[in-house]
């Protein structure tokens, strides 16, 4: 069975940093796409950031670019986002989704793109607040 947890998430003050972890299991990461979204109180769900484990390619939306890191960790098949210098407005509840099998270079073609995704975890509150 296929599955996506995230973890890590908590409150945490404004100029403070998380990790988030989006454990894969009943796939591997390696052609799949994993993305990470948020959605805020009364806002649309925005994609914030894309891996594609086999080449390293990376896309992040202009509202983290800077300050959140995407990476991966093959034997825990697990990927990461290192959220830094966090702001109130980062305040969301954080999504990772699996879209694949894909191709090289698909988070920087399409990273900005709002397609489907195969697989969603549950999602994980990241409260930024003093």
């Not at 591997?28 to 649309?44: D, H, S, V």
Request: with cysteine; hydrophobic share 30%.
């Amino acid at each position: 069975q296929v599955q996506l947890v995230e973890s890590g998430g908590g409150l945490v003050q404004p100029g403070g940093s998380l990790r988030l972890s989006c454990a894969a299991s009943g796939f591997t990461l390696q052609y799949y796409a994993i993305n990470w979204f948020r959605q805020a109180p009364g806002k649309e769900r925005e994609k914030i950031s894309c891996l594609y484990p086999t080449d390293g390619d990376t896309y992040y939306a202009d509202s983290v670019k800077g300050r959140f890191a995407i990476s991966r960790d093959y034997a825990k098949n697990t990927v990461y986002l290192q959220m830094n210098s966090l702001k109130p407005e980062d305040t969301a509840v954080y999504y990772c989704a699996a879209v694949g099998p894909v191709g090289p270079h698909y988070c920087s073609a399409y990273g900005g793109e709002n397609r489907a995704m195969d697989y969603w975890g549950k999602g994980i509150l990241v409260t930024v607040s003093s």
